[in-house]
């Protein structure tokens, strides 16, 4: 076989789709990737020692096969979403998951890794799911055609044009550091980050996992000052430490959820996977659980604005340090953090409160308030708990199209009003003046 | 062993390309503390040979053995810790599945021949176990169907074809064996019901084990039941293995059971075979199952019988482990039994045949019945003890 036809000057004089190779029966991952538009977008250019993309593939399109079995039809392997309630079941179309099907991320990540989840898992009446993960940070490129509407559904109308702006200056906040500390128990922001270079959880290899593992302790452990902590492996945990750890709240166990492990997560477990703190159990970073990292900042009452400003620091130093070894958190300037699921892409960012509204909660109007706040309600377990005496969870509902500052200050502002609220109605007042506008 | 309920496991990372960036001891499972075939078999150098390669339809190592990182396993129960992804699994990956196999099936060697023996009519006896004992006898076993990737590994596409297949078989069945397919995810209430009372239905399954082959995917897709009019012969498809075939009754006339299971799956095969997809069997390893565990006959045949006061007697054990019998509670596998009832079964799925493994359950289950009678009027069994079989 010839290597090529670099210099016939000819070919440019055929249109891209006279020249696109036939790659209907070839099973290779050049012929997953090369679509009319990329191969359009590439025919002209040249190596400065005259490689060109036709040289590139010559050897893929002359090899079509690895696999003897071939591929069925789509309307064979299109899933049954009849029955299904998540925001994949809405938007994939048997239509586009026939493209999507010939395509596959540069490590092998196709259209049903992505929606597996999604199809074991069909959702609930009332709870609107996203079905689908990424196995890595190209992912939301080579999917788009499913992701951005899912997208868009999941985040207020995030259009593919829009850009999202990252903002961690904690001087930024107003206020925050005066929160009523007999409603406000306790405050926490947490947030996740990827670790450019490695496939995501659903599809990382033991040996990427153990390498995000060990460039997170070695960041970890170059921080000081009231960030300086320690690491425990969850495989090599002693009883007490693990005893400690879950008095302290701070252990996580292998995910029970379905969502979470029909989409490969919990693979290998606990191999790689642990927990670091700082000493003074204000800082918590979560690796390899459900993303590379998940950054925690929290302490007991209402000083949101030190909880915030030790959660920037720390996050901005231990970014400084993965960028000295190479490894940038991935980040785009349209979707901000990538993260595993798309409902955390943005900031990824999640800041709370534990307050007490017990009569707040029970007022006709209270859902309708958060709403308007852009607040979310958990119990106090976390997601999909129940509020146990009349003590809430209340976070910020966005995640994408709004800076870091603007949803903690969302967070600082709403459950402000959420406290002269609850404290109105100890009193027997009303409240209707103080309902907020739609943010 | 149930350890988290609903949980769904995916097949791994099969195409990650970015592992082969990593050294293969950079890859290598953590397995110091499991205990199952796999971990005992698969060394960082057998790890390193063999993590780049793939069968026809892309099945890696990786996938094999990913129920066995998963779960450690027991201290007193030794489980397997791989499937197969498809048949050349057994062939691409024979050097960590040849030990395996030999460990856990008594030896057998890469060399030795399986023999298939579906001929019902070598059975001797079996149609006299006492009633007033044997409750039920049931046999079961699996089958695979050539031409697509096994449950671990199949697409959606492929469980449908093989359910279309399989029920146009059991559609064309007559006679005794006439029935009817019950989809899982078109299921009525009232037929759930039913099929719950008569402990037909199967759920999805709830073992880790199991769960992280990957074999629950997209459930309940492309999964069913098929039984006939008479309640004897069921067909499971697409739950652990494409199918399981299982011939049942109460009482104690194991005869008649395996006549039914046989000619069954013989009719079975037959129209399989015409749409030239027969069942996947070779000489070596007779019928291919999923399970390694379940290589050769993939059958199990077993009663539930009453044994209160065998069972309690020093030397059960040793008798079953004699006669080449398992016992296990009247829930299955992994339950206790209840009122001294037990379900007594082969223990060889590999190196004997069909014939020959339901004349040990035949053979032994009668001696047990003598010995449980000698033992209520209080008589010594010493002299009815076994040699070794």
Not at chain 2, 144 to 172: C, D, F, Q
């Amino acid at each position: 076989m010839p290597f090529g036809n670099s210099h016939n000057q000819l070919k440019m004089n055929n249109s891209c789709e006279q020249e696109y190779p036939d790659l209907s029966k070839h099973n290779n991952y050049m012929a997953k990737i090369l679509t009319p538009a990329l191969y359009e977008k590439l025919r002209s250019k040249q190596t400065p020692s005259g490689f060109t993309v036709d040289d590139v593939i010559q050897t893929g399109v002359d090899n079509p096969a690895r696999l003897t079995i071939k591929q069925r039809p789509a309307e064979e392997e299109y899933p049954d979403l009849t029955e299904h309630n998540n925001h994949m079941g809405k938007v994939l179309t048997l239509d586009m998951y026939k493209r999507l099907r010939q395509r596959c991320t540069p490590n092998g990540f196709t259209i049903d890794n992505v929606i597996q989840t999604g199809v074991d898992n069909p959702g609930h009446p009332f709870i609107m799911t996203v079905g689908c993960v990424a196995g890595d940070e190209e992912t939301y490129e080579v999917f788009k055609e499913l992701l951005d509407p899912i997208i868009q559904d999941r985040h207020g109308g995030y259009k593919p044009t829009d850009k999202h702006k990252t903002d961690l200056n904690p001087n930024n906040l107003k206020g925050g550091d005066g929160l009523d500390s007999k409603y406000v128990l306790s405050s926490r922001v947490r947030t996740g980050r990827s670790i450019r270079g490695f496939c995501l959880p659903p599809h990382c290899s033991r040996g990427e996992r153990r390498a995000v593992e060990k460039l997170s302790l070695e960041a970890l452990d170059a921080l000081t000052g009231d960030l300086k902590g320690k690491y425990y492996a969850l495989k090599n945990m002693s009883e007490a430490e693990q005893q400690q750890l879950i008095d302290d709240h701070f252990l996580f166990d292998k995910p029970v959820s379905p969502l979470l492990l029909a989409s490969g997560m919990a693979r290998d477990w606990p191999d790689a996977r642990g927990i670091w703190h700082n000493d003074n159990k204000t800082f918590l970073v979560w690796v390899n659980e459900e993303d590379h990292l998940r950054v925690i900042s929290m302490q007991k009452g209402g000083n949101m604005k030190e909880v915030f400003t030790r959660f920037c620091t720390g996050l901005t130093k231990i970014e400084e340090l993965f960028k000295n070894k190479g490894h940038a958190f991935m980040w785009n300037e349209h979707l901000g953090y990538v993260l595993t699921c798309p409902s955390n892409l943005g900031t990824g960012l999640r800041a709370g409160v534990h307050v007490k509204l017990p009569n707040l909660s029970k007022y006709r109007q209270f859902e309708e308030v958060l709403k308007r706040l852009r607040l979310q309600k958990r119990g106090t377990g976390g997601v999909d708990t129940a509020a146990v005496g009349g003590i809430f969870d209340i976070s910020n509902a966005d995640r994408l199209g709004f800076s870091e500052v603007e949803l903690m200050q969302m967070v600082v502002d709403g459950v402000k009003l959420l406290i002269e609220m609850e404290k109105r109605l100890e009193k027997g007042q009303s409240i209707e003046d103080l309902m907020p506008a739609q943010k | 062993m149930r350890r988290v309920r609903n949980a769904i496991m995916p097949f791994g990372n099969t195409h990650n390309n970015f592992k082969l960036n990593y050294s293969g001891d950079e890859e290598y499972p953590d397995l110091k503390k499991h205990n199952n075939h796999m971990a005992k078999v698969l060394t960082k150098e057998m790890y390193a040979k063999l993590r780049d390669k793939q069968t026809p339809t892309g099945y890696t190592l990786d996938d094999i053995i990913q129920t066995g990182v998963d779960n450690p396993g027991h201290p007193f129960i030794m489980t397997v810790g791989c499937v197969a992804g498809d048949e050349e699994s057994y062939e691409v990956f024979k050097d960590l599945l040849d030990p395996i196999i030999s460990d856990r099936h008594s030896g057998y060697k890469a060399t030795d021949k399986h023999k298939t023996d579906l001929n019902f009519e070598n059975l001797k006896g079996g149609d006299d176990l006492d009633p007033k004992y044997v409750l039920s006898s049931r046999v079961r076993t699996g089958r695979s169907i050539k031409g697509y990737a096994l449950p671990p590994h199949n697409t959606r596409g492929e469980r449908r074809a093989v359910e279309k297949l399989s029920v146009e078989a059991l559609n064309s069945l007559d006679g005794e064996f006439k029935g009817k397919y019950y989809p899982l995810k078109s299921m009525t209430d009232a037929e759930q019901e039913q099929l719950i009372a008569d402990h037909f239905l199967f759920d999805k399954p709830v073992s880790p084990l199991l769960l992280a082959a990957g074999m629950a995917r997209d459930w309940p897709d492309a999964r069913g039941i098929w039984h006939n009019e008479n309640k004897t012969f069921l067909v499971w498809v697409n739950e652990e293995d494409h199918l399981r075939v299982i011939s049942m009754q109460q009482g104690g006339n194991m005869k008649e059971v395996f006549k039914r299971f046989c000619v069954g799956l013989q009719r079975i095969e037959e129209i399989f075979k015409k749409h030239n997809h027969g069942f996947m069997w070779n000489e070596h390893l007779g019928f291919v199952l999923t399970c390694p565990s379940n290589l050769g006959t993939g059958l199990r045949g077993g009663v539930h019988v009453k044994l209160p006061k065998l069972s309690t007697h020093a030397k059960f054990e040793e008798i079953l482990t004699r006669l080449r019998l398992q016992k296990r509670g009247t829930g299955g596998v992994d339950t206790a039994s209840v009122g001294g009832v037990f379900d007594i079964s082969n223990a060889d799925r590999l190196g004997s045949s069909e014939v020959e493994q339901v004349q040990c359950v035949v053979d032994g289950v009668k001696l047990m019945v003598e010995m449980e009678k000698k033992l209520e009027k209080g008589e010594s069994i010493d002299s009815m003890i076994p040699a070794q079989k």
